[in-house]
């Protein structure tokens, strides 16, 4: 699978859709060896509109120029970070998560 296949992906959980996928969020696991370090995924960022990612300004330290912080500020309320261990499927062009799963908070510089 491509990361372009998630990008705007619905996210379902149970029967009901909660949104769509804006980005993928990867950790570097380990030091780095002649390369680079292990990427694993952390998870998917799902917010409820599907036409603008945060081109990484959500990050904490990152800094977005001022205009457009305070738009992706709005959107980053509406967003949240799902856990890859709570992605049951990807599968269907879609992204099913597992009921109840938790919510983690995606945040944006001031």
Avoid: C, K, N
């Amino acid at each position: 699978m491509l990361l372009s296949d998630l990008l705007g992906a619905p996210v379902v959980e149970g029967s009901r859709q909660i949104g769509h996928v804006l980005d993928v969020r990867f950790v570097l696991d380990g030091a780095p060896g002649p390369l680079l370090a292990t990427p694993r995924m952390l998870g998917v960022i799902v917010g409820a509109r599907r036409r603008l990612g945060f081109l990484g300004y959500e990050r904490e330290d990152m800094h977005a120029p001022a205009l457009l912080a305070r738009v992706l500020r709005r959107r980053v309320r509406e967003a949240h970070l799902v856990d890859v261990a709570d992605v049951v499927e990807f599968a269907d062009g879609r992204v099913v998560v597992r009921e109840g799963h938790r919510r983690w908070a995606t945040t944006l510089a001031e």
